[in-house]
């Protein structure tokens, strides 16, 4: 995915990352990166990132199946993943097509070394490559694209419009884009689990998605008039495994919930909040075995005209 005055939701697929925006848990692709963040912030953030994507990760790679099982290619040469992150879903495409060279493109060095680390890691060095862009000022020039991959991070492109259209030149006839965006704030109680405040996780979004956090149009429209169509648009719910890794997740992103929200929450639902977030109190998010991550993802995809 995609925080609060914190930089902002990223990732998931560190988008190549544009205007701040506030929200709480970066998504896949969603991140900004600003010359004045400082490294800590940075790699903060790209770990919530790989920690977001690497919950959801089952769930991108039903969407990218689906579209590639409905519109093809099956034997892609070239990908590109337009808003990187830390490179979870450049590796997980470089894995699905073993013939293909997958470009990552991110606008943060910090994302794009962790990218190339990971795939150095994977054994995926030689098809997997880096390029540092602005997603603001267009796509950069890579050539033929036969898919382009873009989760979580259309939504922070100043001109999304623009990118589109520079995106229906770069894709051949046939190829394939798939956009993904997430529906806001991730849930990970039952919903009798708000620390003595039922419905405390419904509340957090409604707020937050008041603040404009994550938010998107419906972007058939607008691929389609790019040169991509029909679209096809569908959900996918996206649920994590309980564990300590979906518990540490669920801290990270609460903790910054409760930042960017401290002002407009109801004080029983800021202390609720604080309930969740401290180590010695029973209802601590960070050690509960009932944490489940859950979200649901939008995706659109369509082939070249």
């Given at each position: 995915?995609?925080?609060?005055?914190?930089?902002?939701?990223?990732?998931?697929?560190?988008?190549?990352?544009?205007?701040?925006?506030?929200?709480?848990?970066?998504?896949?692709?969603?991140?900004?990166?600003?010359?004045?963040?400082?490294?800590?912030?940075?790699?903060?953030?790209?770990?919530?990132?790989?920690?977001?994507?690497?919950?959801?990760?089952?769930?991108?790679?039903?969407?990218?199946?689906?579209?590639?099982?409905?519109?093809?290619?099956?034997?892609?040469?070239?990908?590109?993943?337009?808003?990187?992150?830390?490179?979870?879903?450049?590796?997980?495409?470089?894995?699905?097509?073993?013939?293909?060279?997958?470009?990552?493109?991110?606008?943060?060095?910090?994302?794009?070394?962790?990218?190339?680390?990971?795939?150095?890691?994977?054994?995926?060095?030689?098809?997997?490559?880096?390029?540092?862009?602005?997603?603001?000022?267009?796509?950069?020039?890579?050539?033929?694209?036969?898919?382009?991959?873009?989760?979580?991070?259309?939504?922070?492109?100043?001109?999304?419009?623009?990118?589109?259209?520079?995106?229906?030149?770069?894709?051949?006839?046939?190829?394939?884009?798939?956009?993904?965006?997430?529906?806001?704030?991730?849930?990970?109680?039952?919903?009798?689990?708000?620390?003595?405040?039922?419905?405390?996780?419904?509340?957090?979004?409604?707020?937050?998605?008041?603040?404009?956090?994550?938010?998107?149009?419906?972007?058939?429209?607008?691929?389609?008039?790019?040169?991509?169509?029909?679209?096809?648009?569908?959900?996918?719910?996206?649920?994590?495994?309980?564990?300590?890794?979906?518990?540490?997740?669920?801290?990270?992103?609460?903790?910054?919930?409760?930042?960017?929200?401290?002002?407009?929450?109801?004080?029983?639902?800021?202390?609720?909040?604080?309930?969740?977030?401290?180590?010695?109190?029973?209802?601590?998010?960070?050690?509960?075995?009932?944490?489940?991550?859950r979200s649901v993802r939008t995706v659109w995809a369509a082939r070249r005209n």
């Amino acid at each position: 995915m995609t925080h609060p005055p914190a930089p902002d939701q990223g990732h998931g697929h560190g988008h190549g990352h544009h205007h701040a925006h506030p929200g709480p848990a970066p998504r896949h692709g969603e991140h900004r990166h600003d010359e004045h963040h400082d490294n800590g912030a940075e790699a903060a953030h790209a770990g919530l990132l790989e920690l977001e994507a690497r919950t959801f990760t089952p769930a991108l790679e039903e969407a990218l199946e689906r579209a590639v099982t409905s519109l093809g290619p099956a034997a892609p040469r070239h990908v590109v993943d337009l808003g990187s992150g830390p490179g979870v879903g450049t590796l997980a495409l470089a894995r699905r097509f073993p013939g293909a060279r997958v470009t990552a493109v991110d606008r943060s060095p910090q994302m794009l070394e962790r990218v190339l680390a990971a795939a150095r890691e994977e054994g995926l060095s030689e098809r997997v490559r880096a390029v540092r862009a602005d997603l603001d000022a267009g796509p950069p020039d890579l050539g033929p694209l036969d898919i382009a991959w873009a989760s979580s991070s259309l939504h922070h492109v100043a001109d999304p419009t623009a990118l589109l259209a520079r995106l229906g030149e770069a894709v051949v006839p046939g190829g394939l884009l798939v956009v993904v965006e997430s529906d806001g704030m991730p849930r990970f109680l039952p919903s009798d689990a708000g620390a003595g405040r039922p419905g405390l996780e419904d509340r957090c979004r409604e707020v937050a998605a008041k603040a404009g956090w994550n938010a998107y149009p419906d972007w058939s429209d607008a691929m389609e008039r790019a040169g991509f169509g029909p679209v096809e648009r569908w959900t996918v719910t996206a649920e994590g495994v309980p564990g300590p890794e979906a518990a540490g997740y669920a801290r990270l992103v609460l903790e910054r919930v409760r930042v960017a929200l401290e002002d407009q929450l109801a004080p029983d639902d800021l202390e609720a909040l604080e309930r969740l977030l401290s180590p010695g109190d029973p209802a601590y998010v960070g050690s509960r075995p009932d944490v489940v991550p859950r979200s649901v993802r939008t995706v659109w995809a369509a082939r070249r005209n």
